[in-house]
């Protein structure tokens, strides 16, 4: 009998030992603040089994909790907005490759990390909002982001600080395109031609041009369909309909794109489990989800996005450069930045 307690002591320490590989749950951290991914998470979970156990918070505050936590930490699954900060995690040696055929058959390269160690998991472009009353169809047409440091843009322009990390990411971008020099350059007569100091979020430069204190905003493209939808209230809503967007870059190399990403931590404790889940968030049904609720771009091809973007154009042309580089070229961008008076 005590031989057969024996081995079914081993037998119990030895399940603890390898535990969380039998474990029906994933652990995720994550940026997004949108309530409409509980409910996504839920679907997981009714599809698998796995449930999802979700720890939220602010990007750089989470990064903070998992370089504090190291090799300890309980993350699987780290999902933030924007590749510069994915890109800042993974040099911190926080992320692991992911082994997926299915993902890698969904993510184009230039929207995942160096080794696969992030991915995208929907877009979103950063594109110009105009005032139809004071800017004509005709002035927007071939505009580019470079255009907006003509003279002709001066005092007309809103956008947000230059500590807004789709700003510096937007930057990061020109910079991988027309080098450090002549980026600065631009940059320098860009901010020449703000209508008023950086101020706000994306939504309140669309609020601006809305409102007749700029012409011109530089903003993500999700948002005016969230304020289109009244889910920002009606001044927001009846905002939204008094401007129109326009994708820069249509004849070059296109509108900047800009992902909510998903990467899977070096320590995961439900590796298998996380890359379900990343396989899971670019599933169709997944897509359709995060288009229709937070009107991002879908990463999925055949998935179409939500109708109160698609008004605006749903087959622009997307700059193609890598995502990757907007982490890589961030600290030119942030100096460069600070060098012009971009506050």
Avoid: C
């Avoid at 300890?72 to 590749?83: E, G, H, K, L």
């Avoid at 009353?133 to 440091?149: F, H, I, P, Q, R």
Wanted: proline residues 3%; glycine residues 8%; without cysteine.
């Amino acid at each position: 009998m005590n031989s057969v307690l024996r081995f079914l002591a081993i037998a119990v320490i030895s399940f603890v030992t390898v535990g969380s590989s039998f474990a029906k749950e994933v652990n995720l951290y994550t940026s997004r603040h949108y309530d409409s991914d509980d409910a996504l998470y839920q679907k997981f979970t009714d599809a698998t089994g796995i449930k999802v156990n979700v720890i939220s918070g602010k990007g750089k505050a989470l990064m903070e909790r998992l370089a504090s936590e190291g090799a300890n930490s309980p993350a699987d699954v780290f999902i933030t907005v924007d590749a510069g900060n994915l890109w800042k995690v993974q040099k911190d040696g926080m992320f692991q490759s992911i082994n997926s055929s299915t993902i890698d058959s969904i993510v184009p390269e230039n929207l995942r990390g160096p080794n696969n160690e992030w991915v995208g998991i929907a877009k979103r472009s950063r594109v110009i909002y105009y005032n139809p009353v004071n800017v004509s169809a005709e002035d927007m047409e071939g505009l580019t982001y470079e255009d907006l440091s003509d003279p002709k843009w001066k005092g007309r322009v809103a956008i947000r600080s230059s500590g807004n990390m789709y700003n510096q990411s937007l930057v990061a971008s020109l910079i991988a395109n027309n080098g450090v020099d002549a980026t600065e350059k631009w940059a320098h007569r860009f901010v020449g031609n703000f209508a008023r100091k950086p101020e706000g979020n994306d939504r309140a430069q669309i609020m601006a041009v809305a409102n007749g204190e700029a012409d011109v905003a530089v903003a993500n493209s999700y948002y005016i369909g969230l304020m289109l939808s009244g889910k920002k209230g009606e001044e927001q809503q009846a905002a939204a309909r008094k401007v129109e967007l326009h994708f820069p870059g249509q004849d070059g190399r296109g509108a900047h794109i800009n992902v909510s990403g998903a990467g899977l931590m070096k320590n995961a404790p439900n590796a298998g489990n996380a890359v379900k889940f990343i396989e899971f968030l670019l599933s169709e049904e997944a897509q359709s989800h995060i288009v229709n609720n937070t009107y991002e771009f879908p990463m999925l091809e055949g998935v179409a996005p939500s109708d109160l973007i698609a008004q605006f154009g749903s087959g622009f042309k997307e700059d193609q450069t890598s995502v990757a580089s907007y982490g890589e070229f961030n600290p030119d961008a942030v100096k460069l930045m600070d060098r012009v008076g971009w506050q």
